[in-house]
């Protein structure tokens, strides 16, 4: 891992926060590779989305109806819609184990959520795993540890 | 009774001041909260001595308990002494009970172990009736543990009445005939009255519009069960039939303002998948084919027990109400597991419960700005009245369980949340 290989991963993390920021949903879910998984645990040290119930966890299909929702003109939960501002921070690249080709990236991550007087903050640690794909990536798997994950929420209608 | 109350409530509509009025909510709390059944949880939550959860009954915090005799104990989250919070997580495994600031200890039925220098006290001070207190009615019908204040309350069950019908199909559904609680919780809230979460549980007027983001151009919305190839039709197209579908839906009204709404028109012929076959075949296995199709065959979209707890048939899950203030209320919402189902069932229950009743799923979200929107814009002086009267006066007596029968889109299921609250605000307190 050479110094421009971290810095083309952090440059791809703040790509897809600025997706993120600029409500282009279509373009995130494009990030995601056609397996691809979203996961936002709703309980800290959360092991398995299968066993237990998330905030988030969606594969593309369910993505793709989130999406779609998102873009539809009567989401009343989005009118209006929320303004959002990610921060992405203290970016690691974990050290490759073995032969994989995904590469394990860790950061801290906040995100501002304002919507009709009311401003939010959401931070906790992501973990992205990273598919090389040409001269950039896909999105293997993105897990969002909010450290509220287990408070109780006002609807959180746009992904963290 | 204060005249006053008895005014909120008239035929087809309500006074805004329930949502309101910060004394109204205090009084609901005494009387209803304080003298109803109130859903606290279920076996499944606490399986071995020891096991605890925490919750509320209103505003009271509570502990559910087992016991060492392997009793379900529902006492007050309160020392004895100073009142602290004893049980500080939501939900644990403890020996004994323990209060952070002096030390009292407490057996997991409530009762006093012992205080920390107990010579001190008085010789007239009877520290060993110093307990936590047991909640003075504990009862359980299929696993669901409830809890009431009155001592003098009626039994559970005829407390319970038909909706008994809704809890027996959900455990039915089970191979093993039990529910489990154990696939975590969603917990959301909102800035309105907890009434507005409870009339929302029997409303199906709202969902065409209100969800109307949910559903696709032919009107169907996303799958929301294992084995369904796709969602109910929930917008009415051009044809006439899916229209008299969605309309004809039954409602069914019940004492004390119980209530549910009838069974989404989904066709269950065809509903396969690899592990939906598999969890019926180990239902039939134990029902045989026929009941099996029966129990399948879920009668009840959701069924609301008064005041506190509602549970769904469609995608299934339990939901308990917590009103918090007059304009603040927090809501958990429990995935519904099958005990004996194949795991990936459950699973998919977990799965899809993430996107429909969740703080961020596809469809709770759009009722909870409903929620906000109502809570603020109610103040508004243009009327001071709220309006539940859809089909008024249309219903009929129910041939099948009792009580009151009338469609799924009149309002009759709403407006017997507030017979309910009628009867419980009435009289005088106890």
């Known amino acids: 891992m050479t110094i421009v290989d971290h810095r083309k991963i952090e440059l791809f993390l703040i790509h897809e926060a600025r997706l993120l920021d600029e409500r282009r949903f279509d373009d995130w ?3 995601f590779t056609e397996d691809g998984i979203y996961w936002v645990p709703a309980r800290p040290g959360q092991e398995s989305p299968d066993d237990e119930s998330s905030l988030f966890y969606d594969d593309r ?16 939960s989005q009118n209006p819609p929320s303004r959002c501002c990610h921060l992405v921070s203290n970016v690691l690249v974990e ?10 990236v860790t950061s801290n991550a906040i995100m501002v959520e304002y919507r009709r007087d009311d401003q939010r903050i959401f931070a906790g640690k992501n973990t992205h795993k990273l598919a090389p794909s040409g001269a950039t990536f896909q999105i293997a798997s993105k897990k969002v540890e909010l450290i509220n994950c287990d408070a109780a929420f006002a609807g959180l209608a746009v992904p963290i | 009774m204060s005249n006053y109350l008895t005014k909120m409530i008239e035929p087809g509509r309500v006074h805004r001041d329930i949502y309101l009025d910060p004394e109204i909510f205090e009084i609901e709390m005494d009387r209803i909260f304080g003298r109803a059944w109130i859903f606290v949880g279920h076996d499944s939550q606490t399986p071995h001595a020891g096991d605890f959860i925490t919750t509320s009954i209103g505003r009271q915090p509570v502990v559910m308990s087992r016991h060492t005799d392997g009793e379900i104990h529902v006492l007050f989250n309160r020392c004895g002494h100073r009142g602290a919070i004893v049980c500080n997580e939501a939900k644990g495994n403890a020996r004994k009970f323990q209060c952070l600031y002096h030390g009292w200890t407490y057996n997991t039925d409530g009762t006093l172990r012992g205080v920390p ?14 307990g936590m207190g047991s909640l003075p009615r504990v009862d359980s019908y299929r696993g669901f543990v409830f809890a009431c204040l009155n001592p003098d309350v009626e039994d559970l069950e005829s407390h319970l009445g038909p909706t008994k019908a809704c809890i027996d199909n959900l455990c039915d559904r089970a191979p093993d005939g039990e529910i489990m609680l154990t696939g975590g919780v969603h917990r959301y809230r909102f800035d309105g009255n907890w009434k507005l979460q409870l009339e929302n549980t029997l409303d ?30 929930v917008v009415s197209g051009e044809e006439e039939e899916t229209h008299h579908t969605w309309k004809e839906r039954g409602a069914w009204a019940f004492d004390h303002g119980h209530g549910f709404t009838g069974n989404t028109a989904l066709d269950e012929k065809t509903r396969s998948s690899p592990v ?27 069924a609301l027990i008064y005041p506190n707890m509602s549970f769904m048939g469609l995608n299934m899950h339990i939901r308990v109400i917590k009103p918090v203030a007059v304009d603040r209320t927090e809501v958990n919402v429990y995935p519904v597991l099958l005990k004996g189902a194949p795991h990936a069932m459950n699973q998919s229950t977990i799965r899809l419960l993430n996107v429909t009743h969740a703080a961020a799923s596809f469809v709770q979200t759009d009722d909870l700005e409903a929620f906000a929107r109502c809570q603020s814009g109610v103040v508004g002086d243009s009327s001071k009245w709220v309006y539940f009267n859809r089909g008024l006066g249309e219903h009929t007596e129910a041939q099948n369980w009792g009580g009151r029968e009338g469609k799924s889109t009149q309002e009759l299921v709403l407006r017997n949340q507030y017979d309910g609250w009628l009867e419980y605000m009435g009289g005088a307190a106890t």
Not at chain 1, 61 to 76: F, S, V, Y
Not at chain 2, 280 to 301: C, D, I, W, Y
């Open chain 2, 276 to 302: 939906y076959d598999e969890y019926k075949a180990a239902l039939e296995a134990r029902l045989g084919a026929q009941q099996a199709e029966e129990v399948l065959t879920p009668f009840f979209h959701n």
């Open chain 2, 117 to 130: 220098l107990p010579e001190g006290y008085p010789e007239d001070f009877e520290v060993g009736k110093a």
């Open chain 1, 95 to 104: 050290p490759a184990v073995g032969g994989e080709a995904e590469i394990l």
């Open chain 1, 29 to 31: 879910m494009e990030l």
């Open chain 2, 204 to 233: 199906s007027y709202h969902v065409p519009f209100a969800h109307e983001s949910t559903v696709d151009r032919s009107g169907k919305q996303f799958s929301r069960r294992e084995g369904d190839a796709e969602g109910a039709q």
């Open chain 1, 61 to 76: 299909r369910l993505m793709k109806t989130r999406i779609a929702r998102l873009n539809h003109p009567d989401m009343h």
